[in-house]
């Protein structure tokens, strides 16, 4: 019995793959495929017992979620084909009133690809993002991405960005 076979009969079964921590301290667990409409859950900072959840009626409009990354109040989410779902919760984590979504894609923002590995924000405030098919480098001016040229002999997939205390992006 594999791992597909126990989700398929188990609506209930949870695949957390990734955990991101803000600077406030909440945690957030992305919900890989949920049958629930579960999209993202956090747990608050200031009390270890609570949960609040963010369902696809919140915006939670993917379900194939890889990793995530937070910025300030931004939960960016990197998906497998959706591109990367930015869910800016304004620091008011009980009231999604004032929450906004935005879904970056290759075809209304220019991504390289809809496959995002990985996102970061460097030290200027930057958004960067590894794809399947290369970096990019977010452009608020324009709201678009913009495509990096990497060096020979690296390939094309991103996996991983990583900046330093220089700004230098790796």
Known sequence: ???????????????????????????????????????????????????VVFYQQDGISVDYMQRMFVYEDHVYICTRNMG????????????????QVTLYTSKDHHLSDDWVWCVNVDKDGTLWAGTSKGLDRFDP??????????????????????????????
């Open 1 to 51: 019995c594999g791992l597909g076979d126990v989700y398929k009969r188990q609506p209930w079964y949870v695949v957390v793959n990734d955990i991101a921590v803000d600077d406030a301290g909440n945690r957030w667990f992305p919900n890989w495929d949920a049958r629930d409409s579960t999209g993202i859950i956090c747990s608050p900072a200031q009390n270890d017992t609570s949960w």
């Open 84 to 99: 990367i779902l930015d869910y800016k919760h304004n620091w008011t984590l009980n009231d999604k009133k004032d929450d």
């Open 141 to 170: 001016d324009f709201e678009r991405f913009r495509a990096v040229l990497l060096p020979d002999p690296l390939g094309l997939q991103v996996n991983d960005i990583t900046v330093d205390e220089r700004n230098n992006k790796w």
